[in-house]
């Protein structure tokens, strides 16, 4: 059974501050993502990862960064964290080069700035 | 450009009656679809995608790529089925999915 699991189910952080979010998968998956969701925007890409140390930039990168140093781990940093990025954050996972290939959601970091 | 599209943001029915969520794309090369859900406090879960051609839960899904859609469909709604439906492209070149912007489906007793 995929398990995705990620660090916190609720974080409130303070403007400007470093925020870490924290995403581990137990299935050997190469490729993992970071969305954030917002009500009536659905899910937006904001990185994606296809291999240990490997980052792509996804449609809202902007403020954000992400660290893979294990291919299990896969962590999303807010360098300088804002009101704007108050959202629920979902991090997946997904074998690479399978086609029809499904993602695992983790069950996602509610992280409110204030 | 790809994109999904769900018309609907919030689809309320009655129990017992159809359901239909509609679901378009837009994508230059052969699609791969599928229907994602998200229930009430669990997470996000793949409910079926279009190559198994299969029913999950009562649920089924065509694509017409004529129309250019993939709209979900279920002859009898039940109470369970509330919950958050997304519609999701997949990008085989990155990797990737992109998601529409869901549609909530209430399900009225």
């Known amino acids: 059974d995929v398990k995705v699991t990620q660090s916190s189910r609720y974080l409130v952080k303070r403007t400007g501050e470093k925020v870490f979010l924290e995403c581990v998968q137990d299935?050997?998956?190469?490729?993992m993502f970071w969305y954030r969701q917002d009500p009536g925007l659905g899910l937006r890409l904001i990185y994606f990862?296809?291999?240990?140390?490997?980052?792509e930039k996804g449609d809202i990168p902007e403020g954000y960064s992400v660290s893979r140093e294990k291919k299990e781990r896969f962590s999303l940093i807010l360098e300088s964290a804002s009101t704007n990025q108050t959202s629920m954050y979902l991090c997946?996972?997904?074998?690479?080069?399978?086609?029809?290939?499904?993602?695992?959601f983790g069950p996602g970091t509610r992280l409110t700035v204030l | 450009a790809q994109r999904v599209t769900q018309p609907e943001k919030l689809l309320s029915v009655f129990k017992g009656a159809p359901v239909e969520l509609k679901c378009n794309y837009s994508?230059?090369?052969?699609?791969?679809l599928f229907w994602y859900v998200q229930y009430s406090r669990q997470r996000l879960q793949l409910l079926l995608r279009?190559?198994s051609r299969e029913s999950i839960k009562g649920f089924t899904a065509d694509l017409n790529k004529g129309e250019t859609s993939f709209h979900l469909k279920k002859p009898f709604a039940q109470e369970e089925d509330s919950a958050m439906y997304y519609c999701?492209?997949?990008?085989?070149?990155?990797?990737?999915?992109?998601f529409g912007k869901g549609t909530r489906l209430h399900i009225l007793p």
């Open positions: 299935m050997d998956h190469e490729n």
């Open positions: 999701a492209l997949a990008i085989y070149r990155d990797d990737k999915i992109i």
């Open positions: 994508y230059s090369g052969s699609p791969e």
């Open positions: 279009h190559i």
């Open positions: 990862s296809y291999d240990v140390k490997m980052k």
């Open positions: 997946a996972s997904s074998l690479r080069g399978i086609t029809y290939n499904e993602q695992f």
